[in-house]
């Protein structure tokens, strides 16, 4: 028995060389100056005013996408948990499809769907309707709960299977509306999940990059496009965006610390 | 109380509940037993509101209920697997009908302390569910079912989920309350045992029919099925022919029975005892020590009898016994 705690050792190796190691390459050349250390680009990441755009919208956006992916994946993972179970083994294969496939390939999908000359901008043309617009925020927030719900509703149908249906009716049973039972029994018991689920949405959210960059360019101001503009356009400035990558790392981890201080409070 | 008028039930092509009609009466112990898949606990949802009749009506306290959702039902609910609210104390949970109804938080408190004290739980009101043992959380849901006081308590197998020991204590405590209270309760089980101990009548359900009905001495000692006769208790059926009043294999036996043609009649093991003129005779195939008593297979005339003894008894397998029959046993006639 003793020995089996050496098995980690393998993966945990393989932690320290992919993921520890590139973190604290970040952090050394976010601070590395030619005579010691500097934090003239935290400060600068901090003050300048493209770059704290970047990081309010970021902040934003990456929030109202995961209430947005909660408040749909709720509905998804609960009304999925009731189906017969051949129906609802199909739908969750059908769910992890979104999370699997790659930002480019979505984005594709949705401007033939959704674009200037989109079908559904099309039909709304041909019926005098105003077109829509893709490439806003709105355009950003109809997008990514393609991947949010199913991602939450994913995380949640487990727990859902477990005590959903038994919770709803225990409550009815005890004389509650079904709007009294989700208020007051499902939800406080789900919280955790909830905000498990959340967690994983909030953090994806914080870096996503792809779908963002393939619909709109540069044209919306993410701190996550900052960075990759920094790395891989002209205006290359590997350490700036080193900078930046900790205040988006740090931002994500205080988020997320937050959510799992919320959760430990539901658990006691 | 409970009213079933031909209430049928199906689920794609699999016919649930197929024209149930039993009615529960006022302050009784009525038990829907059979096997899994039998249609008890469909029966019990459609009493609930959990499920709604595709014919049929269902009526508690007289009146039409097929329309009225769960919560519009006097009823309260007990679940297999407890199903109380894990973000609330036991004193929320048990609370939670009373805050519904919106009595004063005054009267909340003293309800909930009652019915605490009655399945005895008092000081654990601020205890949350996962702090508690399976049988304390099944007292909570019992006093979480009460709460509402219901006009029916529907039970659906409450105590199969809890150690043999707890189970028979927390058997007795129901029967208690139950008859303390004079609440009409409905109860689900696969148990017979505890379908015997608890009730004062049985509907035995097989393929979403009641096969029989009857209180537990009726189910007990005159089974109208073989169904009923192989899954209510222990015994031995053996097959034969009732002709004049009496049963005969290949010779009369000096057993009374009522009925003619082919059968069989059942022997419970209490009711065969050794005697030296005894009716039959056989070997012991297996003596089994059960401390209250001694459990033997006898084999005779090919047929293999269970019989009970005094734990006293000094009988070993391979030895020969005589048996003395009971002087009557239920016949029940070979199924078409």
Redesign the interface.
């Given at each position: 028995m003793r020995g089996e705690r050496f098995l980690i050792l393998p993966g945990l190796l393989f932690l320290l060389l992919f993921f520890g190691y590139p973190l604290y390459s970040i952090l050394e050349r976010s601070l590395a100056a030619p005579e010691g250390l500097t934090f003239a680009r935290y400060a600068r990441a901090l003050t300048a005013h493209a770059y704290l755009e970047a990081w309010h919208n970021s902040l934003v956006f990456a929030l109202l996408s995961t209430l947005a992916a909660v408040a749909g994946g709720l509905f998804v993972a609960y009304w999925t948990s009731g189906l017969p179970l051949r129906v609802k083994g199909f739908l969750m294969s059908l769910y992890a499809v979104p999370v699997s496939l790659s930002g480019l390939v979505v984005a594709f999908g949705f401007i033939v769907l959704l674009g200037r000359n989109g079908v559904v901008n099309q039909l709304f043309a041909a019926l005098g309707l105003p077109r829509f617009d893709l490439y806003s925020w709105p355009g950003l927030f109809l997008v990514f709960p393609f991947y949010n719900i199913p991602l939450f509703a994913l995380a949640l149908i487990p727990l859902l299977e477990t005590v959903g249906k038994g919770l709803m009716e225990a409550a009815r049973a005890s004389g509650a509306t079904p709007f009294q039972a989700w208020v007051r029994v499902l939800l406080p018991a789900l919280m955790p999940g909830i905000l498990a689920g959340g967690s994983i949405v909030f953090a994806g959210m914080m870096g996503a990059f792809g779908t963002t960059l393939a619909l709109t360019g540069f044209a919306k101001n993410l701190l996550s496009l900052q960075i990759y503009s920094l790395v891989a356009e002209s205006t290359f400035d590997l350490p700036q965006a080193a900078a930046l990558a900790t205040v988006l790392m740090a931002s994500t981890g205080v988020g997320l610390y937050v959510l799992a201080l919320w959760e430990r409070r539901y658990r006691r | 109380m409970v009213d079933l008028i031909g209430v049928r039930k199906r689920y794609g092509r699999v016919v649930a509940v197929d024209g149930v009609s039993l009615s529960v009466r006022e302050g009784e112990f009525f038990t829907l037993l059979g096997p899994s898949g039998c249609g008890k606990t469909t029966t019990l949802r459609l009493v609930?509101?959990?499920e709604t009749p595709d014919q049929g009506e269902v009526r508690i306290s007289g009146q039409g209920v097929n329309r009225l959702?769960?919560?519009g039902r006097p009823?309260?609910?007990v679940?297999q697997?407890y199903?109380?609210?894990?973000?609330m104390t036991v004193f929320g949970n048990v609370a939670?009908?009373l805050r519904?109804?919106r009595l004063p938080e005054r009267v909340v408190r003293r309800k909930v302390g009652e019915l605490l004290e009655m399945v005895h739980l008092q000081g654990l009101e601020g205890r949350?569910p996962r702090e508690l043992s399976g049988g304390q959380q099944q007292r909570v849901?019992l006093a979480?079912?009460l709460?509402?006081e219901p006009k029916v308590l529907?039970l659906d197998e409450p105590l199969s989920a809890l150690d043999a020991k707890i189970r028979e204590e927390l058997r007795g405590e129901l029967k208690r309350l139950q008859r303390e209270t004079g609440l009409t309760a409905l109860y689900v089980t696969h148990d017979q045992e505890e379908a015997l101990a608890l009730s004062d009548r049985i509907a035995v359900m097989r393929d979403g029919k009641v096969e029989q009905l009857g209180t537990p001495q009726e189910i007990y000692e005159r089974p109208s099925t073989l169904f009923v006769a192989r899954f209510v208790g222990i015994g031995t059926l053996v097959p034969g022919e009732a002709r004049e009043g009496r049963f005969h294999r290949d010779r009369p036996w000096p057993v009374q029975v009522e009925g003619e043609g082919r059968g069989f009649i059942l022997l419970r093991p209490e009711q065969l005892r050794p005697h030296p003129e005894g009716f039959l005779e056989g070997q012991v195939g297996l003596a089994t020590y059960l401390g209250s008593l001694l459990r033997l297979e006898v084999e005779t005339e090919g047929i293999l009898l269970k019989v009970d003894l005094n734990p006293q008894e000094e009988v070993r397998a391979g030895d020969r016994l005589r048996l003395a029959l009971p002087e009557a046993a239920p016949f029940i006639k070979e199924e078409a």
């Open positions: - | 609930a509101g959990f959702p769960p919560e009823i309260g609910m679940f697997n199903a109380l609210f894990p973000n939670f009908p519904l109804r949350y849901a979480r079912a709460a509402r529907l």
